[in-house]
């Protein structure tokens, strides 16, 4: 089973909220769309549910013309952000809410709730009410409802957003569990975030979309490795991945009359000229040999310190392993690793990766 999106264009007003959007996902795997809020993400899904008609372009399934599917007709179910539950009712009772829809037969009704609140871990719970759940159980019950139908396509839009921070870190493993087990039955799973980690985490394919369009799709692993462009590589890293203005030249790289250093050896070949580069905070920290920088913000955050930088018009976010506390103002002395250092043309192309070398 596949689901191909053919040039897919949504524009009610002046600004494109799906630009030409096309791609192709199979069965058994999970997609992550990844992009900053207004990025088009939500009126994906609903188009892809039948809720949004778009104004030109097609979807196909299996064949077969999606787009004229009534929305009360296609397999897809969707859990949204506000996660909705029905509050008179018991756990099980709202987990089989769309099986009495169907008049499914009581004995499959029976297997099917239990076992969609075995999936999600919510044995044991099924004659407890809505009121007496927490907010990750409540979402658990939502994720239940939507496995239950056994739908051919499983629609996520930022389930997690609006719980707390350790909740959707426990969630988000849990989640993982889940769509992995739901992954190898028939379903394309899509899942939509604004949260790099998240994205990272859940693994499966990435399609990183901005203003409507799509930027890149492929593996967390070569999204993460190898950015296409400056607009993804900020998307796709929390913090955003630093980026600044050079030169490359007889062998180095020239930031400021300060800041200069040998051109690292997955630049080797990569013509002399202007450049913007990136490197992750991960890679720059401190150190008694390096570059002139003045702190502008410290933030600690667990057990981590992450360093506002600056030098002239360079400002960069660097990370300290520990919990530290600095001065604003305060000098100190920048090291850069530059094994991790990325080099995009002035458009914001890819043109040198650490990972992967010239492009």
């Known amino acids: 089973m596949s689901l191909i999106a053919s040039n897919l264009s949504l524009k009610p007003e002046e600004q494109y909220h799906l630009d030409d959007i096309c791609f192709e996902m199979s069965q058994g ?43 009360w007709k296609r397999e897809v179910a969707m859990v949204y952000q506000q996660f909705i539950n029905y ?22 009704i029976h297997n099917r709730v239990m076992n969609a609140l075995s999936q999600v871990g919510l044995e044991g719970f099924q004659s407890r009410k809505i009121q007496a759940l ?24 930022e389930p997690l957003v609006n719980l707390d921070y350790k909740l959707r870190e426990q969630l988000r493993e849990e989640f993982k569990s889940i769509f992995n087990t739901k992954a190898s039955a028939d379903s394309i799973l899509i899942y939509s975030s604004t949260d790099p980690v998240e994205a ?12 409507g369009r799509i930027l890149q799709q492929a593996s967390a ?23 600044f203005e050079g030169m490359v030249g007889e ?26 580069f990136g490197l992750r905070a991960v890679a720059i920290t401190l150190g008694e040999i390096g570059f ?38 305060e000098k100190v002395t920048v090291k850069f690793d530059i094994s991790h250092l990325y080099a995009f043309s002035t458009d914001g192309s890819l043109k040198s990766s650490p990972y992967g070398g010239l492009m």
Do not use: C, W
């Open 292 to 329: 002139p920088f003045a702190i502008e913000l410290s933030e600690i955050s667990g057990s981590e310190t992450f360093l506002h930088l600056k030098h002239n018009e360079i400002n960069l976010v660097g990370l300290l392993d520990s919990v530290q506390s600095f001065s604003i103002g």
């Open 200 to 211: 990272m985490q859940l693994g499966g394919q990435i399609l990183v979309m901005d203003e």
């Open 134 to 157: 927490s907010g990750g159980q409540q979402q658990r019950v939502a994720l239940a409802r939507s496995l239950v139908k056994e739908a051919k396509i499983l629609l996520l839009d």
């Open 29 to 71: 795997q999970i997609y992550t769309i990844i992009g900053r809020t207004l990025s088009g993400k939500t009126t994906l899904l609903k188009t892809i549910a039948g809720l949004i008609a778009p104004d030109s372009g097609g979807l196909v399934l299996d064949g077969n013309d999606f787009g004229s599917i009534p929305v």
């Open 251 to 276: 062998g180095k790289i020239i930031l400021s009359p300060e800041i200069q250093f040998d051109s690292p050896k997955h630049f080797k070949g990569l013509p002399e000229g202007t450049y913007t």
């Open 87 to 108: 509050p008179h009712l018991t756990v099980y009772e709202n987990v089989a809410f769309p099986l009495k829809q169907r008049g499914t037969q009581k004995a499959e």
């Open 221 to 243: 692993k070569e999204v993460y490795e190898n950015p296409n462009s400056t607009k993804v590589s900020q998307i796709t890293n929390d913090p955003a991945m630093n980026l």
